[in-house]
Structures are given as structure tokens and as C-alpha cells.
């Protein structure tokens, strides 16, 4: 079992800059991909980054790439989402996930947080 809480949304300024962070409890975290999802109001929970389990292997979606970096700290047992340059169109709940295979799909995804509010104004 393993339990992930995300922190760090809120309120910013297009072009501004967001940190997010995923607190992981629970046995072997370590041994886990995570991913970051986000869900706008009206739509499908979509990909936006994933990275493997020792860090170095990440992928991106293309609307995020070069503009977000993740990352993760498996001595912590949490994993970042950088987000620069941001734009309103990534005004979302962020929420991360996961899972025992590298994937770009939710539904490979066993653990799940509760989300956290970003909000780029424009």
C-alpha cells in the first residue's frame, strides 16, 4: 500500500513558475513509476509526466515538454513536477500516481493522491 499526497498548488501568473510535490508513505515506494495527471473542469484526466523508478527515465507530454521538468527523490520518497513558463490552458487539479510499469496511461496507475489546485491566470 502506498500513499501519496501532492502539495504546492495555487494561484499563479501566466509566464510564473510552480513547484509540486508528491509525499509518498508506505512500503517500497522506491520500486514504483510515478506519474503526474491532470484534470481541467469538463475533461479527461490526461498525462503530463512520467518518471521510472531510479529517476533517470522520464517522458513528457508534448503541450508540457521543455517547459515542465519531473523529478524524484527516492530518499524521501517524494517526487517533483517543476512547471516554468506556465499558461493558463494548464489550469488544472494536479494529481500524481503509481504504478509498477513506466506508462503514459491512468489506467496503469494503482495509487492515486487527492489533487492539488494550479491556477495560471492570464
Known amino acids: 500500500q502506498v500513499q501519496l499526497v501532492e502539495s504546492g498548488g495555487r494561484l499563479v501568473q501566466a509566464g510564473g513558475s510552480l513547484g509540486l510535490s508528491c509525499a509518498a508513505s508506505?512500503?517500497?515506494?522506491?520500486?514504483?513509476?510515478v506519474g503526474w495527471f491532470r484534470q481541467a473542469p469538463g475533461k479527461e484526466r490526461q498525462f503530463v509526466a512520467v518518471?521510472?523508478?531510479?529517476?533517470?527515465?522520464?517522458s513528457y507530454a508534448p503541450s508540457v515538454k521543455g517547459r515542465f521538468t519531473i523529478s524524484r527523490d527516492n530518499a524521501k520518497n517524494t517526487v517533483y513536477l517543476q512547471m516554468n513558463s506556465l499558461k493558463p490552458e494548464d489550469t488544472a487539479v494536479y494529481y500524481c500516481?503509481?504504478?509498477?510499469?513506466?506508462?503514459?496511461?491512468?489506467?496503469?496507475?494503482?495509487?492515486w493522491g487527492q489533487g492539488t489546485q494550479v491556477t495560471v491566470s492570464s
Open positions: 508506505g512500503r517500497d515506494f522506491t520500486n514504483y513509476a
Open positions: 500516481a503509481a504504478g509498477r510499469s513506466f506508462s503514459l496511461s491512468r489506467n496503469d496507475y494503482i495509487y
Open positions: 518518471i521510472g523508478v531510479s529517476g533517470y527515465s522520464t
